[in-house]
């Protein structure tokens, strides 16, 4: 199994970044996939989680009506795209797949910052 982050950034407050995630190694479509993210001395959290066929969401409060996350499962990709960036956005961002064991990716760093 394995998951690869991309698209993360130094981005100004008001910005807007697309986070990808590609997974290889099970079979994508069949597993619920979520972006969790983990700031300085802080815990890790989830962010956003999606179906398997995309067609139920769920978002921390923190981010819902800002954040969007979609997958294309003929890519084997989850996204993540993230509108009107706030510093307290910062974090790194983790892609997730839960296969009975968790798996994560390596991260991607994203920093809100004027």
């Known amino acids: 199994v394995q998951l690869v982050e991309s698209g993360g950034g130094l981005v100004q407050p008001g910005g807007s970044l697309r986070l990808s995630c590609a997974a290889s190694g099970f079979t994508f479509s069949r597993y619920y996939m979520s972006w969790y993210r983990q700031a300085p001395e802080k815990e890790r959290e989830l962010v956003a989680g999606?179906?398997?066929?995309?067609?139920?969401?769920n978002y921390a409060d923190s981010v819902k009506g800002r954040f969007t996350i979609s997958r294309d499962n003929a890519k084997n990709t989850v996204y993540l795209q993230m509108n009107s960036l706030k510093p307290e956005d910062t974090a790194v961002y983790y892609c997730r797949a839960n296969l009975g064991a968790v798996y994560w990716g390596q991260g991607t760093q994203v920093t809100v910052s004027s």
């Open positions: 999606i179906t398997t066929s995309g067609g139920a969401t």
